[in-house]
């Protein structure tokens, strides 16, 4: 378990909200919240929220639309600490461990897929090229993608976490 401050201690499963937390756009000022094209994902954002941040099930607000699924809750302590731990994401994520391997899972459940050129990420930041390079995964940027080289260990090192890969 690494701590992230006094109050919240990054778990592996937080890591994988904290992904995609970190590619969702945040609407209101303290809401946490998380898309992505698959029901699956937002399962288990939703479990994670409830299970490791303690958060009340009336509390999340899920919706859908234009084939992306949405879950928020507002609570502007755990979202000031996830800002605090994204400033802070190349060297809390710089091995390549399950905690890792649980915030790219996150970040491709987000705002990843599969076209004809290969795996991608959408809209991903310098630091978050920074944090795959970092982690062993070379990616190459094509406009607002980010396509990732060596796909093999790319799918294998976020595929026990992922709802987006399939399983072997």
Sequence with gaps: MIFMS??????????????????????ASASVAAESDSEAAIEKFVSIALKELRIEPNKILLSEGEGRHRAMFYNSKIRKL???ALERKTRVFKYAN????????????AVGGINAK??????????????????????MQQGSKHYISNQSHFASFI????????RK
């Design 159 to 166: 595929r026990e976490y992922s709802t987006k890969l399939p």
């Design 118 to 139: 290969g795996v991608f990420l959408s809209g991903i930041d310098a630091a978050d090229a920074l944090l795959l390079q970092n982690i062993g995964i070379h990616e």
């Design 6 to 27: 006094k109050k919240l201690a990054l778990t592996e499963q937080v890591s994988y909200v904290l992904g995609m937390y970190a590619h969702t756009k945040q609407e």
């Design 98 to 109: 399950a905690y890792a391997a649980q915030y790219v899972a996150g970040m491709y459940d």
């Design 82 to 84: 996830f800002n605090k």
